[in-house]
């Protein structure tokens, strides 16, 4: 739910959901930041309530927030928004990455040791059974 990349701080934060309704907690456990800035996957709609400390930046594509965690040691910082619970959640696009195959067969061991499973279309795994 936390865009990745989007909190570079240490932060502690803790997500609600009930209904249509986001409650979002914030602390910095380091007590040294000055600021942090967080990013959640979600589109926000309207801010029903929020601590003084806590700016909202933006709520559409995705809920982005600024809380001035100075001199708070430790303490949380809340804010509260209505959500869209239907609403697609917002990806970024992220670039294919296509990796090459280093093999293409598997051997068991013991009375299996000899034996080449490479044209299997499956992959027995403990007592599953993977298909490809």
Known sequence: ??????????????????????????????????????????????????????????TSPTIQLKVNAAGSLGTAHQVKLTYDAEAPVYFSPVQDEQLAPIADAFVWDGANANTNFGSSTYLVRGRAAIVF
């Open 1 to 58: 739910m936390l865009r990745k990349g989007a909190g570079q701080q240490p932060a502690s934060v803790i997500v609600k959901e009930e209904g249509n309704e986001l409650t979002v907690s914030v602390s910095d456990p380091t007590k040294n930041q000055g600021s942090l800035i967080l990013e959640i996957d979600k589109p926000g709609f309207e801010v029903l309530s929020k601590s003084d400390t806590v700016t909202v930046l933006g």
